[in-house]
């Protein structure tokens, strides 16, 4: 969990600025525990579940809520961030999503969370004002959601991870090839800042510079260890 997002963000909501989530229910130490581990906890001889195991096991039952999910995106690095938003503009320029589409409103609502989390980590995208019109906006098709069973923090992280594994991850395979960003951008015919833009997601990946990566790692040797580091979660394209 980034304890530095959880305060930006408690600080927004102390301001009475509109949030994605109340800050106070991010950081818990039943977070890592099962709903049935917490339902295990009883202290007394009447069998009670003490009020923080019920706050818990309460807010996990709140249908819009979507804790689990929100842990899910307040625990990923920057640079998973940046690389799920560029994975997300080619998913809808792939699909073809409609913006308006009920069937499509999981994705609207994963949509929603990410460029919140791109307002509230870069320093040039940080304003009060956007990160309160987005969290607005995430609300919203949240309680719309309320009308489709299959719409759970489950779900949405499953989704999320279904666009990490996506995105063709050129810093790990630069890792996988052992080189620098300087001697791979010598090997595609670009610049090392250019290279530096491509991992972080700043840049957008051509196809073509995609394929002359993928001939390097196939080249030595090195594309079926690539391929399995990429798998972190494998999914069926239809699910979404």
Known sequence: MREDLVQKTKKMFDHDIETITNPEHLISKLASKTIEEIK????????????????????????????EFHRFMYSLADDDVRRMMYSMKQFVFDEKLSKNGNEYLD???????????????EKGYFDYAICGEIAASFRHN????????????????????????KY??????RE??????????????????QVSNLETGARPLQRQTQLAIECLLRREGKWTEFSQAECRWKGNDDDF
């Not at 994705?107 to 980590?121: F, G």
């Not at 949240?142 to 992280?157: N, V």
């Not at 063709?168 to 395979?173: R, V």
Request: positive net charge; proline residues 3%.
């Open 176 to 193: 996988i090839l052992n080189i620098s960003q300087s001697a791979l951008a010598n090997e595609l015919g670009v610049t090392p800042r």
């Open 142 to 165: 949240a309680l719309r959601s309320r009308s489709f069973q299959e719409i759970t923090s489950e779900h949405l992280i499953n989704f999320a991870k279904y666009l990490l594994a």
């Open 40 to 67: 295990s906890i009883r202290t007394d001889k009447t069998g009670q579940l003490p009020p923080e195991e019920q706050r818990e096991l309460s807010l996990r039952g709140d249908k819009t809520a979507f804790l």
């Open 168 to 173: 063709f991850n050129i810093k790990k395979a």
């Open 107 to 121: 994705q609207m609502i994963v949509n929603d969370a990410i460029h919140y989390h791109i307002c509230l980590r």
